[in-house]
């Protein structure tokens, strides 16, 4: 659904400018609002992962690393954990 102007309607004047928008502007706005439920999963997404990683590092950094002599860096664990 989009606004239209009607004949004899004067698009500049101060009263009618917050009444009236272009076919265009509300395609923008509705192409923004089908767009919000993206950001917000892409959002959610990044925070949950990131945590995730975090409590990898701090669980990792507290277990006994120890293969023989060698001490296992924690980079190592974080790339086999993926």
């Not at 004047?13 to 272009?22: G, I």
């Not at 975090?54 to 954990?81: C, D, H």
Request: with cysteine.
């Amino acid at each position: 659904m989009a606004a239209f102007i009607p004949p004899g309607t004067n698009p500049q004047d101060e009263t009618n400018r917050w009444k009236l928008c272009s076919v265009t502007e509300v395609e923008s706005a509705k192409i923004t609002l089908r767009m919000v439920p993206m950001w917000t999963t892409f959002i959610v997404w990044g925070i949950v992962s990131s945590v995730g990683n975090t409590y990898f590092i701090e669980q990792a950094s507290k277990m006994n690393r120890k293969l023989g002599t060698w001490k296992v860096p924690l980079q190592i664990l974080l790339l086999l954990s993926h």
